[in-house]
């Protein structure tokens, strides 16, 4: 699995004190998109002027960041890392100066040539890292998982006792198709009110006080918009168009022929890894923290789900 990360949390300015008691302001300026590669190196570079920031980290790799279950017990959870020790031999923490314009590539995921030369290299030999990560699946149908959910229980988490409108054993706000009618619930909003959310001023093609996407006849004529495959048996009713001057058959009333479905359209939800870094009590020459932000980095997984069809 590739996996490209962005920094979501910058940090360019941290502060050290002195005996003085003044306030320096260090600047490290780091902006590039944060990478990773091996086991585990996590890093950042730029070229005015060319430097790196990396974090190696012994018997780790990036599956152990977001090592959750297949399925989730909850709309959202937490994976803390135990705390790693900085100790400068399997796991360090550097702030390293080139000679020349630099790739993170070239640096940490394949032996340094030989034209690039390190000018410095400044490193905390102590300290702890410290790496946690949430996780949130989504089924990105333009309906927040906050109002999938009918909340008969009154507890406020579409997670226990979800609602299931289509009894497919996926819960709305997991399901790409909440009626099961094999037209995606993205898809059955024609936005007049220019918000992208289907909830609000939901289409209602028939008029019968419920919105398209949890209709399962969206055109009132006694044929479940599932059935009306008159063109193509591939799931998919939106391709079915017997007239085309009155579009797809299912959104035609006129239009009465049953061709049963045999299964649910492929489903999959969208998980979305927030995983964040925080560095404890280290020491470079140029930079004493307590805590140091090395920021906060996403990742996206489609992971497949089994409908039950009825």
Request: glycine residues 6%; negative net charge.
């Amino acid at each position: 699995m590739r996996y490209t990360f962005f920094v979501l949390l910058s940090f360019c300015l941290f502060l050290q004190s002195c005996n003085d008691g003044d306030v320096i302001t260090v600047e490290l300026g780091f902006d590039d998109p944060f990478e990773t590669c091996g086991e585990l190196v996590l890093y950042k570079i730029k070229n005015d002027p060319a430097e790196s920031l990396s974090l190696f980290l012994s018997g780790l790799t990036e599956d152990d960041l977001i090592a959750f279950d297949d399925v989730l017990s909850d709309v959202t959870e937490t994976l803390e890392i135990p705390a790693i020790t900085l100790n400068g031999t399997t796991n360090t923490f550097n702030l390293r100066r080139y000679n020349t314009a630099i790739t993170g590539a070239e640096l940490f995921c394949n032996a340094i040539p030989p034209n690039i030369n390190i000018v410095s290299d400044d490193e905390s030999t102590e300290g702890q890292v410290m790496i946690t990560t949430v996780v949130i699946e989504e089924d990105n149908d333009g309906i927040s998982w906050e109002d999938e959910d009918e909340n008969t229980d009154g507890d406020n988490n579409p997670a226990t006792n979800p609602t299931d409108t289509d009894s497919d054993g996926l819960p709305n706000y997991l399901d790409v198709d909440d009626d099961g009618d094999n037209v995606l619930t993205a898809d059955e909003d024609l936005n007049t009110d220019g918000d992208n959310n289907p909830f609000t001023d939901a289409l209602d093609s028939d008029n019968d006080g419920i919105p398209d996407y949890l209709d399962t006849d969206d055109d009132g004529d006694g044929v479940l918009t599932r059935d009306e495959e008159n063109s193509s048996q591939d799931e998919n009713p939106t391709n079915d168009e017997t007239n085309l001057d009155q579009g797809p058959d299912y959104l035609n009333p006129l239009v009465t022929t049953v061709v049963p479905a045999t299964a649910f359209r492929n489903h999959s939800v969208i998980r979305k890894y927030t995983i964040s870094v925080m560095l404890i009590n280290i020491n470079l020459s140029t930079l004493t923290q307590d805590e140091f932000d090395f920021g906060s980095m996403t990742d996206l997984d489609e992971i497949p789900r089994t409908t039950i069809f009825n």
